[in-house]
């Protein structure tokens, strides 16, 4: 197993994204402008790019936000989703950041709160899914 943090957006991590988001979710404005400034983590198994996420300064100077953490369905149930995030969480820290937020979707939100982050507020829609904004401080 690989875990590279990056300074830009890779084939890989956009196939990943396409597959989980897109293919299976039905999201269809998967691709933004924080993709030209954001961090990427990478994780990839036997050569194979299996599981991404992003951050990025978030709207609070201390803070930084991840998102777009996902991981194909054929490697789920592994821990590998809860290795993207201490790596992205790892990377925060360096940079400077005291805590980070994330825009969770709702059925996600117990694996978040076993990484110990906690809800914000209410939920709200996002393209039609249901998110809550959870956050973690160090």
Known sequence: ???????????????????????????EDEFDAIDETAKFVLLSIDGKAVGTCRYFPGEEP???HIGRMAVRKLYRGQGL?????????????????????????VQARPFYETLGYVAE??????????????????
Do not use: W
Request: hydrophobic share 40%; aromatic share 6%.
């Open 62 to 64: 201390s803070d930084a």
């Open 121 to 138: 507020g209410e939920e709200y829609l996002d393209e039609g899914c249901p998110h809550i904004l959870m956050r973690k401080n160090f």
């Open 81 to 105: 989703g809860a290795k993207i995030m201490l790596a992205a969480e790892n990377g925060i820290r360096r940079d400077g950041f005291r805590s980070c937020s994330l825009s969770a979707q």
């Open 1 to 27: 197993m690989v875990i590279q943090i990056l300074d830009h957006i890779t084939d890989e991590i956009k196939q990943i994204r396409e597959d989980v988001f897109m293919k299976e979710q039905g999201f």
